[in-house]
């Protein structure tokens, strides 16, 4: 069975000073000293100029933002995404979870810096709130035909095959639950 991404987490982190001469602790001190903000920016960092493989570079810049699930409290991450301006959009993240949930209990929700992934084996979607007016969707769906309403993710975001706007609860329908279902069904 595979492991979870928590377990390889753990796994990288007790493999690092081994595998690359440093703790995880030295690797965050060397990246944040490049005064550097953005994850890609990080990961290209420390493989280009310190030679680490993309996992690891991948994991020191995800604890070093705590931008995983793993480097700061779940709750506390998904506060932050619907506060402000965008703190009436949480009733639809609240439905878009509900649904689901109901899924199967081995549906994993793991809240990111800025989004909310939903994983069964691997990523089968996720939530953004993108605007202060509108929740975004992404699902993977690979050769699904784009509709209207089914657009291809483009810039959205590269670990989804499309996206789904949604603005309101009503939008969390039938029809948006059951491309979740596929997505999670071929995860």
Excluded: C
Excluded at 9 to 28: D, F, R
């Amino acid at each position: 069975m595979p492991k979870s991404p928590d377990e390889i987490a753990a796994s990288m982190i007790a493999n690092m000073k081994e595998k690359t001469g440093k703790t995880l602790e030295q690797w965050i001190k060397i990246a944040k000293a490049t005064k550097l903000e953005k994850h890609g920016q990080i990961v290209k960092s420390l493989k280009t100029d310190h030679g680490m493989t993309h996992g690891f570079a991948n994991t020191v810049a995800h604890k070093m933002l705590a931008s995983d699930a793993g480097s700061a409290n779940a709750g506390d991450l998904i506060d932050a995404q619907y506060a402000g301006p965008k703190a009436e959009l949480r009733p639809i993240y609240k439905a878009l979870i509900a649904e689901i949930k109901k899924f199967g209990k081995d549906v994993e929700i793991a809240p990111k810096k800025s989004y909310v992934s939903l994983r069964r084996n691997k990523q089968f979607a996720l939530i953004q709130p993108s605007t202060k007016t509108r929740v975004d969707v992404g699902i993977n769906m690979k050769g699904a035909k784009t509709t209207k309403r089914l657009e291809a993710s483009g810039s959205f975001n590269t670990m989804v095959s499309h996206r789904v706007r949604t603005a309101d609860t009503k939008d969390v329908d039938r029809e948006l639950v059951g491309w979740l279902k596929k997505a999670y069904s071929d995860a």
